[in-house]
């Protein structure tokens, strides 16, 4: 993909990369980098999303379509620079591209990126929003909806909607809780 596409596919995915202080758009290597941090705002860690990678799986480098690197022992999550403290609510969502549609509607949504969501419940209780988990329509999915308590899971994956009907979806979550 040229190297201007990049921007357009990100943003074909709802991802404005213009909300974002913390990532890097690699245009010659096709590729996104976004920082994790804990909550105190430390960077510990990052995701790199390469486009032109069809290998979901993998966590090598080279290979992945999403490569996440975290330093030992640490619980690390995206999105909190774009957290608002005078919203209550705060959307738990499984990936960066689940996010940033939440974040592109103006809602409040931070990325989990681990495979054990239970490690960082003592880390949500800290959190000083109403959380509600989106998960996606597997085991995953109803493991964060566990840990955090409430949620719902949708048939497709959230970023796989017209953000018209994740508009719809989430201010009829809004409506209820």
Known sequence: ??????????????????????????????????????????????????????DKRTNFKDEARYYTYRTDGQIAAWGLELLNPSNPVCFV??????????????????????????????????????????????AAGLKLINVIGHGTRLEKDLDEYPLEEVRRVTDHILSVI
Request: hydrophobic share 40%; charged share 15%; proline share 5%.
């Open 93 to 138: 969502v499984e990936g960066i591209f689940k996010a940033a549609i939440l974040h592109r509607l103006g809602y409040n949504a931070i990325a989990v990126l681990c495979n054990n969501p239970i490690q960082m419940r003592s880390w949500f209780k800290a959190m000083p929003y109403k959380l509600f988990a989106i998960g996606d329509n597997d």
């Open 1 to 54: 993909m040229p190297s201007h596409e990049l921007r357009e596919h990100l943003m074909g995915r709802h991802f404005n990369p213009d909300l974002y202080r913390n990532i890097v758009l690699d245009d010659e290597n096709q590729l996104l980098t976004v920082y994790l941090n804990n909550l105190s705002g430390q960077f510990v860690g990052y995701q790199q999303y390469n486009p032109n990678s069809t």
